[in-house]
């Protein structure tokens, strides 16, 4: 007996959840070496509206229009690393993964470095 062969309908919709987008990012800048999410400022507004406590606000933020992404994110780099260079491989990196995934297109990855750590297992 014969498998019946499916195919995509071409009329359907795949929608790609803000959440997929923000783990590429996240996962993309744990794999650079000296860099990491900075922890976003928190208003007490947040604080109120976002009850979980055990997750740390990262300051990381996705926004798609149609079929366009940007992406805004402020890093902490260690300490003694060349910063553009980090804030360069960071933007390169995330827009390769995110467009490589989904087939999206990323307009612009947008990098502020938020602050300088002292590297691990240094005392400060």
């Known amino acids: 007996m014969a498998t019946p062969q499916t195919s ?3 009329s359907g919709n795949v929608e790609i959840n803000k959440n997929v987008l923000l783990d590429i990012a996240s996962t993309t800048i744990e794999g650079i070496e ?64 995110i467009e490589l995934m989904t087939g999206l297109k990323v307009r612009n990855v947008n990098v502020t470095v938020q602050g300088v750590n002292l590297p691990k297992g240094q005392a400060s």
């Open 34 to 97: 000296g860099s990491e999410i900075a922890t976003a400022p928190i208003k007490m507004g947040e604080v109120l509206r976002n009850q979980q406590a055990a997750r740390k606000l990262r300051a990381l933020k996705v926004t798609q229009e149609g079929r366009e992404v940007t992406v805004e994110v402020a890093l902490n780099i260690e300490y003694g690393r060349n910063l553009i260079k980090v804030s360069q491989q960071a933007q390169r990196e995330i827009c390769e993964n």
């Open 8 to 10: 995509p309908d071409p």
